[in-house]
């Protein structure tokens, strides 16, 4: 990082920030000066994260409001400022066909996808960034913008988010700026179910002949954090290996719905993942 990105001494909150993505971003922003405060369902890891980044952190589920606030009052009286918040926490439960999802399970996704997101800027706009401003940063998804097999749960839920995050944008403007980014297929414990199978063939169908890590999608969420986007706001920025514009490159099948149509996730049963 370099100091163009403005980010020694400010605040971050990370949700989901022990594991893949989130934890990726996390180290990042500590990387590039930042203090940091952490969430995740886990305390040990909450605490071995904190720890190993020299920040904060507090356990909870992000569904629960009450885990929210505390987040936020963590951040204030420890940092005294927040001025990152990066949502990342989320859950691709319920798994399967529409017609077959439980009306609570759908719930709880749109809870830990959308309202918690929500709920978390409203505690950090009420709390500090009304005042002082900030930046947000959403973690969405490429599949958000068509539709796949098994997912639709979870692929709602996010174009759902990804509208959230431009409602925002224009309600906060000019304290706050709200972007997201929507990452293709990332080598993560979430998306293992659809990587691990096979991943030299799926790997082989994207125009950059290899699925994403962790880090590709954090150097995103950083920049977008950072003073280098002080003049973006609104915006999605896509960081998926070409997936959406595979179309041009081959005219194979996508191995990510092979996958899909063929693999569930194995265990994959908490409400939020990193």
Known sequence: MTSSYGLQ???????????????????????????????????????????????VGVAGSVAEPD????????????????????????????????????????????????????????CAWRAWMGEHGGAVVNVCTEGAA????????????????????????????????????SPGLVRTEMARFVWEPGEAEVAAGLPLGRIGEPEDVARAVVWLASDAAQWVTGADLLVDGGTRVRAAYAAGPYGVHERLRSHAPDGVDAPELG
């Open 9 to 55: 001494g400010r605040a971050a909150v990370v949700t989901g920030a022990t594991r893949g993505i989130g934890h990726a971003v996390a180290r990042q922003l500590a990387a590039a000066g930042a203090l940091v405060c952490v969430t995740a369902r886990d305390a040990g890891e909450v605490r071995r994260t904190a720890a190993e980044l020299g920040g």
């Open 67 to 122: 885990h929210l606030r505390a987040v936020v009052d963590l951040a204030l009286r420890e940092f005294g400022r927040i001025d990152v918040l990066v949502n990342n926490a989320a859950t691709n439960l319920p798994y399967g066909p529409l017609m077959d999802v439980d009306p609570r399970a759908w719930r709880e996704a749109f809870a830990v996808n959308v309202e918690a997101p929500l709920r978390l800027v409203q």
């Open 146 to 181: 068509h539709v796949g097999p098994n997912i639709g749960a979870y692929g709602t839920s996010k174009a759902a988010l990804a509208h959230l995050t431009q409602q925002l944008a224009g309600e906060l403007a000019p304290k706050v700026r709200v972007n997201s980014v």
